[in-house]
Structures are given as C-alpha cells and as structure tokens.
C-alpha cells in the first residue's frame, strides 16, 4: 500500500528539491520553461511569456493540496535559483507504479545534477512512498535523458515505436526505463 506524503523537501550535496513558490515563475521561464532548446523532446512548450509559466506554477501550487502530488522545483544550493523541476506525472495506485518526467537549465546541463535528483526522488518514492516500480521515458532522439536514466539505476524495458506525435509534426519512439528491483539500496 502507498502511503502518500506529498511533495516533502529533499536535500542533496549541491541541490534542494522543494515545492514550486509563487515567485518562482521568472527563475522558471527564463531558466527552462521559456527555452525553445530544454523544451525541443517535451512534449510541452515553449511558454511564450512569464504569464504562461505562472499560471503553470498556480496551478501545481494548487495541486499540492492533493498528498499523491509529487511537482518538485529544483533549486541550485548555490544560486538560491529554481533551475529545473522533477515531478510525477502519471502514477497508479494499484500497481504501485509511477512515471517520473523532469527538465533542467541549459546552463547546468553535463553535470550530473539531474542525476542527482532522480536517485533521491527515486529513494522517496519507494522507501518513503511505497512505489515498487518507477518508469521513466524518453525520445530516442533525446539519449542524453537515458544517460541519466541508466546513471540513477533504471534498467532499459523497451522501445515503444512511433507512440506519440513530436510538436514538429514528426512520429516519436520513446525508450523506456524502470526501476524496479531495489536490493541495492
Ligand atoms: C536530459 C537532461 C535532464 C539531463 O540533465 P543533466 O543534469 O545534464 O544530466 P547528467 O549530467 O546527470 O547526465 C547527462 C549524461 O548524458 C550525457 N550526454 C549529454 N549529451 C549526450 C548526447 N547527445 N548523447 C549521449 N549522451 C549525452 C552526458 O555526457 C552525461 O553522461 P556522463 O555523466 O556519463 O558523461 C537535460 O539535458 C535536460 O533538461 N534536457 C531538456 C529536457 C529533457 O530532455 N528532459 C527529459 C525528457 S525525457
């Protein structure tokens, strides 16, 4: 059974994951959210104005009323500054699994932060949680994001071909990535 807690701060060496705050949307569109380059393998954006992300951001803030929400911002100890974010963006209950997603500044990109991320949100949402699988996918065009996948201690599953249209108007296969054998820790 799950036991859900919400979207709790997280801390690493170099990273403290938090919720999303009001102010956070100028950090957040400049950063990423407004970068046609982190956006080109999402499947949204990019936001075409501050207006856009922080109607994004209220509307997470309002989803953190819900304890199966888990939306953190990603801020770089150093700067004080949001410069990503790593949420889970589908999750069921019955089979116990979930599906991470996350971007990241272009400015940050290389340095194994968002690897950084996923190992400890990965640990909460199994030791804290209760999720037993954690899937997380990305277009076969985007390896950079499996790089990050297979560092965190995902294993591959499979490709799913041609399973969504990218925002050029091209077909997109999608790796997919699992964790779920949690014997090492
Ligand atoms: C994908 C993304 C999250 C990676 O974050 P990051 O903090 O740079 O990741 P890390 O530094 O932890 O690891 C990246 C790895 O990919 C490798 N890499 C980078 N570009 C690559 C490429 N074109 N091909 C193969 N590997 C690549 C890096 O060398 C690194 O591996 P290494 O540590 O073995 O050298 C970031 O690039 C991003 O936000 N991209 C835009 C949004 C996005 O694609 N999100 C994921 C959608 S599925």
Redesign the pocket.
């Known amino acids: 059974m799950l036991l859900h807690k919400g979207t709790n701060s997280i801390e690493t060496r170099r990273l403290l994951l938090r919720k999303f705050e009001k102010n956070d949307a100028k950090d957040m569109f400049h950063n990423?959210a407004g970068d046609i380059?982190?956006?080109?393998?999402?499947s949204w954006g990019p936001h075409k104005n501050i207006g856009v992300t922080q109607m994004r951001i209220d509307s997470w803030i309002n989803q953190y009323d819900y304890e199966d929400t888990y939306i953190w911002a990603i801020e770089y100890k150093n700067v004080n500054q949001a410069i990503?974010s790593i949420s889970v963006e589908m999750n069921d209950d019955r089979t116990l699994s979930c599906e991470i997603?996350?971007?990241?500044?272009?400015e940050?990109?290389?340095?194994?932060?968002?690897?950084?991320?996923?190992r400890v949100v990965m640990h909460y949402l199994h030791y804290e949680i209760g999720y037993e699988k954690i899937v997380?996918?990305?277009?076969i065009l985007?390896?950079?994001?499996?790089?990050?996948m297979q560092?965190?201690g995902m294993e591959f599953e499979k490709v799913l071909y041609q399973t969504s249209r990218r925002r050029d108007g091209t077909l997109c296969d999608c790796a997919v990535y699992a964790k779920k054998n949690w014997d090492e820790g």
């Open positions: 990423w380059e982190v956006c080109k393998y999402l990503g997603g996350y971007c990241l500044s272009k940050y990109w290389n340095r194994g932060i968002m690897t950084e991320a996923l997380a996918k990305h277009d985007n390896p950079a994001s499996g790089k990050v560092k965190a």
